[in-house]
């Protein structure tokens, strides 16, 4: 897989990527993360990529002539599945669509910054927009590192035990039951005795249960979406 990232400020996006499951993933070769300066199609001495917001409201807005020769240009060297938007106002981040982007080849992510960007790159370049949550960051950049988190951990061979990745939240509409390790008792709090029991049958029947339990407390909303 292969994923390019367009932002002003590509510092931000130095460590996310050099550091565990994504690391890994690129070091084995699966996935190729690539991070464009906008400012490098900016024009002038000051390597402009944003203006003035037309109607004179405040804030800048990222200009369209820059991203779209950005785009252009990655274009020239392969097809894209999806241009993605990081946007406050669109479709929230779930699993199913995590689950859906890692099967894609190649992908573009746009990131925003100051007011926003200039429509007509949402309504002519971009094929589809994220949001992480119902909040504002300052640009795009961060919310383009979680999707790329959780995007590639689920390439096969980014995670050593790929089952884990299989049990995790939302993956069945649920959230994970609790989990523990050793010590078996500390401080006088005990491990479920039936976690200690051996028995794969009743540890999978304990599992579903806590998990239905915790999906009906914190997330109510997911067993109406599933039926269960």
């Given amino acids: 897989m292969r994923i390019d990232i367009i932002t002003v400020l590509p510092q931000l996006l130095e460590s996310p990527f050099d550091h565990s499951i994504i690391k890994r993933a690129k070091e084995k070769g699966l996935v190729e993360i690539h991070i464009h300066d906008l400012r490098e199609y900016g024009k002038g001495n000051y390597r402009q990529v944003d203006d003035y917001n037309y109607g004179g409201d405040a804030g800048m807005v990222l200009m369209i002539e820059p991203v779209y020769n950005l785009i252009n240009d990655l274009k020239r060297e392969r097809e894209y599945d999806q241009v993605i938007y990081m946007s406050p106002d669109g479709e929230l981040l779930s699993q199913p669509m995590a689950n859906r982007l890692s099967c894609l080849d190649n992908v573009i992510i746009l990131c925003g910054h100051y007011k926003g960007i200039d429509h007509r790159i949402r309504e002519h ?84 249960e806590k998990a239905l339990e915790r999906t009906r407390l914190l997330r109510p909303h997911l067993l109406d979406s599933s039926g269960k």
Avoid: H
Wanted: proline share 7%; net charge negative.
């Fill in 125 to 208: 370049l971009v094929t589809m927009e994220i949001s992480i949550g119902d909040y504002v960051l300052s640009g795009g950049e961060l919310a383009a590192a979680v999707v790329c988190d959780s995007v590639v951990r689920l390439i096969p061979g980014a995670i050593s035990d790929e089952t884990s990745a299989l049990s995790d939240s939302f993956q069945d509409n649920l959230l994970s039951p609790p989990v523990y390790t050793r010590p078996a008792e500390f401080n006088g709090w005990r491990v479920p005795e039936v976690l200690l029991s051996g028995n794969p049958k009743l540890i999978s029947q304990w599992q579903e």
